[in-house]
T-cell receptor, first 114, second 114 residues
Framework: DAMVIQNPRYQVTQFGKPVTLSCSQTLNHNVMYWYQQKSSQAPKLLFHYYDKDFNNEADTPDNFQSRRPNTSFCFLDIRSPGLGDAAMYLC?????????????FGPGTRLTVT | AQSVTQLGSHVSVSEGALVLLRCNYSSSVPPYLFWYVQYPNQGLQLLLKYTSAATLVKGINGFEAEFKKSETSFHLTKPSAHMSDAAEYFCAVSGDTGGFKTIFGAGTRLFVKA
């Protein structure tokens, strides 16, 4: 089945220690999103890629970076995680031009910062 | 600008009873409207979407929603609740200026009592 995969599902990192979360998709969608979701809150958009074009939300901290080396993969790098960065991180994809705005989400990575 | 309001952060129903989750939106352009469901420690799953075709939209798991422009509403219903429907539900709106930001409501947690 075509899907969005996130690894790892659970990640523990230390305060200030860089961490990378990964997302891959077999849907061949041209848009990939990263969201941060804290407990009992709606997902908050961090950034997205439309093909190779990167767009950062204005309120996304500089501590968060992303890479999309090819259509299938997208990475979220947190350079110096703080306790406030503990959250669920969701990757989503979209096929803009065919089913605009319809997003397919991965299962998420729950990040714990100790 | 677009916005979404979900009325009721928690809704409790008995198994077999009608489920009604309320969503009101604001949009200066014809909106794309979505309902997503999220189970604990999972990503969001698309339940249904409205994209200016039929105003009554049928989704997965027996859910449906009706787009009412005059009331700016997109309420989610299911005739008979099942225990497996217990989850968090998010209403979302997109389509503003062809951008990439989806506005999510704050979410409604549905409890189903036996």
């Amino acid at each position: 089945d075509a899907m969005v995969i996130q690894n790892p599902r659970y990640q523990v990192t230390q305060f200030g220690k860089p961490v990378t979360l990964s997302c891959s998709q077999t849907l061949n969608h041209n848009v990939m999103y990263w969201y941060q979701q804290k407990s009992s809150q709606a997902p908050k958009l961090l950034f997205h890629y439309y093909d190779k074009d990167f767009n950062n939300e204005a309120d996304t901290p500089d501590n968060f970076q992303s890479r999309r080396p090819n259509t299938s993969f997208c990475f979220l790098d947190i350079r110096s995680p703080g306790l406030g960065d503990a959250a669920m991180y969701l990757c989503a994809t979209e096929r803009r031009g065919v089913n605009p705005y319809e997003q397919y989400f991965g299962p998420g990575t729950r990040l714990t910062v100790t | 600008a677009q916005s979404v309001t979900q009325l009721g952060s928690h809704v409790s129903v008995s198994e077999g009873a009608l489920v009604l989750l309320r969503c009101n939106y604001s949009s200066s352009v014809p909106p794309y409207l979505f309902w997503y469901v999220q189970y604990p420690n999972q990503g969001l799953q698309l339940l249904l979407k409205y994209t200016s075709a039929a105003t009554l939209v049928k989704g997965i798991n027996g859910f449906e929603a009706e787009f009412k422009k005059s009331e700016t509403s997109f309420h989610l219903t299911k005739p008979s609740a099942h225990m497996s429907d217990a989850a968090e539900y998010f209403c979302a709106v997109s389509g503003d200026t062809g951008g990439f930001k989806t506005i999510f409501g704050a979410g409604t947690r549905l409890f189903v009592k036996a």
